[in-house]
């Protein structure tokens, strides 16, 4: 096989020669991002780690002193972006004489959940959709070839939940309300779900995140991953990549975003490419990750430069840490590119921060990207800030597009050889140590 079928083997067109177009096709009507929720061997922990990294305060819970004990749930919140995380008890304290169990979460697993965090480290378990029909979701998907994961479950006859699987060890969980009303209501038990009870705030925290804008998953068949999504759900292709349009000199990899009627739901999938000079990042994501998974996600800030300074305070002090800022060229070439949209002060904020902007025909994005997380070089956050393409609903209210300002295609070379600079120091610290030894 040669390079460049080696790099391309899903036969993608590539940035330049693909033509959007919107089918509407969706087999089931999508809401919105509803919920992401990691599992984890202490959810106590991982819950304060992101909610003092990210500015998200915690709002509700479902633990021992809620009379759960299967497993401790945390919830944090900020705008519509909801984190949730999730660690099991003992599965000793669970009375075999009850009728039903008190797990809020009623698709959790003891076993799957251990087996998860062993297999995987801090991931995430699902991504969760709204749905007008949970039911009819995932009929829909099961008929259309999704494997089923957990059938519908009416929850206090209010909730319904579903799971398919969606690649490697994640579910995309369907969640719908019978009284969509109810989602407006401060009472986490209804907006959430129920046997949650809300967290009294001991002080304000809000460093400016909106919501998830897309999350991304890294798998090893591109071309298998995207027709077995597009398939039950009927996503169409929104915006593709190859290594020629994202690659460096040393690695690349192949991508596909796939989208929801109002392309607000946003899954990109990559895939790693084959006979570089270096190993892809993707790649070395599978094989830490031992397969498919979350890789990262996107979150929307309504204001860049204030959640960046924020969140730079904490970082090395419980926070995160970020990915090493591109060299001072970069920013010297800023004002060419994008001069009419940031100010020359922005462009000086852009610079002091570490942010990436990019933009395409419609708009502009601006973005920046932690390191891994956890443990593992796994999954990571990238927070962005998308300028432009504001439209008007049937309701006359305003609203930004889907995807305004691309992916930062312009900039994924940067991000390649800052992730390749930073997997070098974990590749000589391996390889002086034998050495050494």
């Keep these: 096989m040669g390079l460049a079928e080696t790099q ?50 915690m709002v509700a819970k479902s633990d021992l002193s809620t009379g759960n004990q299967s497993h401790a749930s945390y919830l944090l919140r900020s705008g519509d972006l909801s984190f949730l995380f999730t660690a099991p008890y003992s599965p000793t304290l669970s009375d075999p004489t009850r009728p039903t169990s008190t797990a809020s979460i009623p698709t959790f697993d003891h076993s799957a959940s251990r087996a998860f965090s062993a297999k995987h480290g801090l991931g995430v378990r699902a991504i969760a959709i709204e749905v007008s029909d949970a039911d009819l979701a995932y009929h829909a ?12 479950i009416l929850l206090d006859n209010r909730v319904t939940i579903a799971e398919v699987q969606l690649y490697g060890d994640v579910v995309l969980r369907y969640v719908s309300y019978k009284d969509p009303a109810q989602l407006s209501d401060p009472n986490p038990d209804l907006w959430f779900l129920p046997g949650f009870e809300p967290v009294p705030s001991s002080f304000p925290l809000d460093f400016g995140l909106r919501r998830l804008d897309h999350a991304v998953g890294n798998v090893p068949d591109l071309s298998a991953a995207v027709a077995y999504v597009k398939g039950f759900t009927g996503f169409h292709e929104f915006a593709e990549f190859t290594a020629e ?22 899954l990109p999938m990559n895939e790693p490419v084959y006979g570089t000079k270096r190993k892809s ?54 004002k060419k590119r994008a001069g009419d949209v940031l100010t020359d002060e922005q462009i000086k904020e852009c610079e002091e921060l570490g942010i990436l902007v990019d933009r395409d025909d419609q708009g502009t994005l601006l973005q920046i990207f932690t390191k891994p ?65």
């Design 373 to 437: 997380v956890g443990d593992r070089p796994t999954i990571f956050i990238e927070i962005i800030q998308r300028v432009g393409c504001m439209l008007k609903n049937d309701k006359g209210e305003v609203y930004q597009k889907g995807g305004c300002g691309g992916f930062g295609k312009g900039n994924f070379s940067e991000l390649f050889k800052s992730i390749e600079e930073y997997e070098k120091t974990l590749e000589a610290r391996q390889i002086a140590e034998p050495a050494a030894a």
């Design 245 to 266: 349009d994202v690659g460096t000199s040393e690695s690349g990899l192949n991508s596909v975003v796939l989208a929801n009627n109002e392309e607000m739901v946003l």
């Design 141 to 152: 998907s099961v008929s259309h070839g999704a494997k089923p994961a957990s059938q519908p």
């Design 281 to 334: 990042q993707i790649q070395t994501y599978l094989e830490h990750n031992e397969g498919a998974g979350v890789q990262h996600l996107a979150l929307v800030s309504g204001d860049i430069f204030r959640t960046l300074r924020e969140m730079r305070k904490r970082s090395g002090v419980g926070g995160f840490d970020f990915m090493p800022a591109p060299p001072p060229t970069y920013y010297r070439n800023l």
């Design 8 to 57: 391309n083997k899903s036969n993608l067109v590539g940035f330049s020669n693909f033509v959007r177009s919107n089918p509407r096709s969706d087999r089931f009507e999508v809401n919105r991002f509803h919920h992401i929720e990691y599992w984890c061997t202490d959810a106590t922990n991982a819950a304060l780690r992101f909610s003092w990294g990210l500015g998200m305060p």
